[in-house]
């Protein structure tokens, strides 16, 4: 999910932050990150199909992390497959239904830890889910919109638009469409790093590729994401080489 790599290429610009920095600001939540959070521990008993409601009360855990912190929360959930994207949700389909058949092997065979890491990888978010914890966030008064296609695209309008001062993901996607201020890695206890792209300029080599007039969105889509097929052999650096070698995206 995202620019492959660019997260840990970004790694001189992160700061490490505490939610509590953002108080009495509303922030977004990209809530497809937390609910893949929570069903990652529950995921033996979405797989054989038991009852659980542990993905629900993680999410609401963090949401009331947030609120303690004075921080107004504003969750943006996932709406319709995007149709340019369709290919790349074929092939994760693909990929869940592997990991599925692994899972059931392992656990046939009475190796639980194997099967339960197989499980982890191929349970997906269902509509239905989101839909449960969406009601249970109105109960608490809390904000919540689901987009018309992804969320990140979203709330990249909505930090633009000034109805948000930032957002919480684990999605580099963020970055490339315009959110400025991303908080990631945010763990139980409200700490985490925070990646203020006005910073970009520091990274030696994203600079000197931006000074030749090539945006930082489309250094990331030659870099690669979810929406191309990726150039083999193309990361977030040798993009940055090649635009410095070539001045010219196209070439």
Known sequence: MGIKGLLP???PI???????????QVVA???Y???????FGCALDLAQG??????????????QLLIKNGVIPLLVFDGAVYPAKSNKEQERK??????????????????????????QKCIDVTPNMAGEII????????????????ADAQIAYLYKKGTIRACISEDSDLLAFGCEKVFYKMNNDGSGILINSQKLFKITALNNAMNKKVTFLELCVLAGCDYLASIKGIGIATACKLIQQYSDILK
């Not at 990150?33 to 069903?39: A, K, P, Q």
């Not at 592997?98 to 009475?110: A, I, P, V």
């Open 135 to 150: 009601q249970e966030c109105k109960k608490l008064n809390i904000s919540c919109i689901v987009a018309p296609y992804e």
């Open 94 to 119: 693909l990929k869940r239904k592997k990991y599925e058949e692994m899972g059931n092997d392992f656990y046939s065979k009475g190796d639980i830890k194997q099967a339960i890491q197989c499980y």
């Open 14 to 24: 992160h700061e490490n932050c505490h939610i509590s920095d953002f108080s009495g």
């Open 50 to 63: 038991k009852p659980t409601k542990f993905y629900i009360s993680y999410f609401i855990k963090r949401v």
């Open 9 to 11: 290429f970004l790694q």
């Open 33 to 39: 990150c937390w609910i893949h959070r929570g069903i």
């Open 29 to 31: 939540v990209d809530s």
